[in-house]
């Protein structure tokens, strides 16, 4: 269970930023600053609270969580601030949400995780209800829309190849150095042209502190945890409360309306949640004198929520 609550929680904090960061790009704030300063004190906190946990981890590990936060993060950031500049905060964080079908699909191919039935139906109800949360969630822009969807490929990407790198790693330390990465790519783009400055005044500087402690240092280690606790497709299904969770303080922070298939949309990524985190055992009955089997061992939690 603790896998899902982290996962659960990292939607619920991943939603905060897209809101936040709106504000501050209709305040005037350009993305290289607005995410570089977020991303370089999100690194120092994680820094501070990986400590030797950081001297202890892997070069080839560590030079890799740097990396993938230079390229991959960089560019899925990147990506879906260019998409949030030319559309509404839910629209862009639904078709974020394409990057499920890469990562539930590459997971059951490479036996990761297996692709059963429960699992088909979750992965169903949460594509239709995030898309039913997006349709009546701002006017659509062609390019704010591939620009969306491009971050959901790179995405992907990224959430794959820190399954496969991070296993038996502290997600702390790798996180600080994926951030540390993330941060060096921004700051550079943002020194190169000058505006280190651009936050977008008050709005943004809240952004960036609230982004950088709630947004990154708790919800991209909660995530990863997640990930290495109940595997990446289940923890990327999860993380989806976001859909909803987003619709919720886009109403409160933008002044956004619901719509009766949002609420239907939020509705069916809630139940694809529930379903994947309920077991519904029906009772076995044999013929008279067949020899009783012996009880299953309990499933360990990881694997109950991986099956």
């Known amino acids: 269970m603790l896998g899902a609550a982290l ?3 990292a939607g619920i904090a991943f939603a905060i ?8 790009l209709d305040g005037g704030a350009a993305i290289a600053p607005l995410l570089g300063w977020r991303y370089a004190l999100a690194a120092a ?21 740097f990396t993938l ?19 509404s905060a839910p629209l862009a ?40 949360v997006g349709g009546g969630a701002g006017s659509p822009d062609a390019l704010g829309i ?15 190849l820190s399954d496969r790198i991070m296993r038996g790693a502290d997600p702390i330390a790798f996180a600080a150095l994926l951030i540390a990465g993330t941060s060096s790519s921004f700051l550079l783009v943002g020194g190169v042209r000058g505006e280190l400055t651009a936050i977008g005044a008050g709005i943004g500087a809240m ?17 990863l945890a997640g990930i290495r606790l109940v595997g990446p497709g289940t923890a990327s299904l999860l993380v989806t409360i976001e859909a909803p969770a987003g619709l919720v303080l886009a109403s409160l922070a ?6 009766g298939a949002q609420l239907a949309g939020a509705a069916l990524v809630v139940g694809a949640i529930v379903l994947l985190q309920v077991r519904v055992r029906l009772p076995r009955y044999r013929s008279a004198g067949a020899t009783p089997r012996p009880a299953p061992r309990p499933a360990e939690p990881a694997d109950a929520l991986a099956a």
Do not use: M, N
């Open 207 to 223: 952004s960036i502190g609230v982004g950088a402690v709630v947004g990154t240092v708790f919800a991209v280690t909660a995530f």
């Open 69 to 87: 936060g230079v390229v991959l993060y960089a560019a899925d950031s990147a990506l879906f601030y260019a998409a949030l500049d030319r559309t």
């Open 45 to 65: 906190v994680l820094a501070a609270l990986a400590r030797r946990r950081l001297l202890v981890l892997p070069w080839k590990v560590a030079g890799t969580a």
């Open 254 to 259: 933008l002044g956004e309306r619901f719509t």
């Open 93 to 132: 964080t639904i078709l974020h949400y394409a990057y499920l079908l890469g990562v539930v699909g590459v997971a059951a191919l490479v036996g990761r995780e297996r692709l059963g039935a429960r699992r088909a139906t979750a992965l169903v109800a949460v594509l239709a209800g995030v898309a039913l």
């Open 17 to 24: 930023q897209p809101v936040l960061g709106q504000l501050a």
């Open 7 to 9: 996962s659960l929680g």
């Open 146 to 160: 591939l620009l969306a969807l491009a971050s959901a490929s790179v995405y992907a990407a990224y959430v794959l």
